[in-house]
């Protein structure tokens, strides 16, 4: 079985879904020749070109409204933040516009807003937010927030190739995580709950 870290099992979940699906691309600060804050679109750039790897200004509503518009025509965004705690700043984007979409007309907005989250990384108040709970009560959206790099690398599969705007949260202290055994079977229901017991 493969070794990965949460950090790698992200990436490589996102470079097999642009590879798989040419309506997938990637949005975001510092995303193409710096490849993220935390290095996730490490070589995304260079393998996938600048059209699908978009690097923006440090301005959350306009990537989730661009994100938004593209989703809208058929595209499949990832946009990345280099800190949820900025998500505030796009908080009318996503949850006026982005979740009510489908409500309001029945259009699908396959998009995915994804970062990294959490505190206990002597990250200052500016970065160690966790403001998941202001999304899973907002109709419309769905909020992942995996624990293992199975999981990660599931459920960012599962969330780009929804069809509804999915927030998904990297806990930053999972980032660094040593080497965890990981298989993932792409056949996975990664929507359902998976009981996990210690022996």
Same mark, same amino acid.
């Given at each position: 079985?493969?070794?990965?870290? #949460?950090?790698?099992?992200?990436?490589?979940?996102?470079?097999?879904?642009?590879?798989?699906?040419?309506?997938? /691309?990637?949005? @975001?600060?510092?995303?193409?020749? #710096?490849?993220?804050?935390?290095?996730?679109?490490?070589?995304?750039?260079?393998? /996938? @070109?600048?059209?699908? %790897?978009?690097?923006? $200004?440090? !301005?959350?509503?306009?990537?989730?409204?661009?994100? /938004?518009?593209?989703?809208?025509?058929?595209?499949?965004?990832? !946009?990345?933040?280099?800190?949820?705690?900025?998500?505030?700043?796009?908080?009318?984007?996503?949850?006026?516009?982005?979740?009510?979409?489908? #409500?309001? &007309?029945?259009?699908?907005?396959?998009?995915?807003?994804?970062? $990294?989250?959490?505190?206990? %990384?002597?990250? @200052?108040?500016?970065?160690?937010?966790?403001?998941?709970?202001?999304?899973?009560?907002? $109709? @419309?959206?769905?909020?992942?927030?995996?624990?293992?790099? #199975?999981? !990660? =690398?599931?459920?960012? =599969? !599962?969330?780009?190739?929804?069809?509804?705007?999915? %927030?998904?949260?990297?806990?930053?202290?999972?980032? =660094?995580?040593?080497?965890?055994?990981?298989?993932?079977?792409?056949?996975?229901?990664? &929507?359902?709950?998976?009981?996990?017991?210690?022996?």
């Amino acid at each position: 079985m493969p070794q990965l870290t #949460y950090l790698e099992a992200i990436r490589q979940g996102i470079w097999e879904e642009m590879e798989r699906d040419p309506t997938v /691309f990637c949005i @975001g600060e510092d995303i193409g020749i #710096y490849g993220g804050a935390f290095k996730i679109t490490d070589g995304f750039i260079d393998r /996938f @070109g600048p059209e699908r %790897v978009i690097d923006t $200004p440090i !301005a959350e509503s306009a990537i989730v409204g661009s994100a /938004f518009g593209a989703s809208l025509t058929g595209m499949r965004p990832v !946009a990345e933040f280099q800190f949820m705690d900025f998500i505030a700043c796009a908080m009318n984007q996503i949850s006026n516009m982005v979740a009510k979409t489908h #409500y309001l &007309w029945g259009a699908p907005a396959p998009l995915v807003v994804r970062g $990294p989250s959490g505190g206990g %990384v002597h990250g @200052g108040p500016f970065h160690s937010q966790n403001p998941e709970m202001w999304f899973v009560h907002n $109709p @419309g959206l769905k909020v992942v927030c995996p624990a293992t790099p #199975y999981d !990660a =690398k599931g459920l960012i =599969k !599962a969330s780009i190739r929804d069809n509804n705007p999915v %927030v998904f949260f990297e806990h930053k202290s999972k980032e =660094k995580s040593r080497k965890t055994t990981m298989l993932f079977r792409s056949g996975r229901p990664v &929507w359902c709950a998976r009981a996990v017991t210690s022996a």
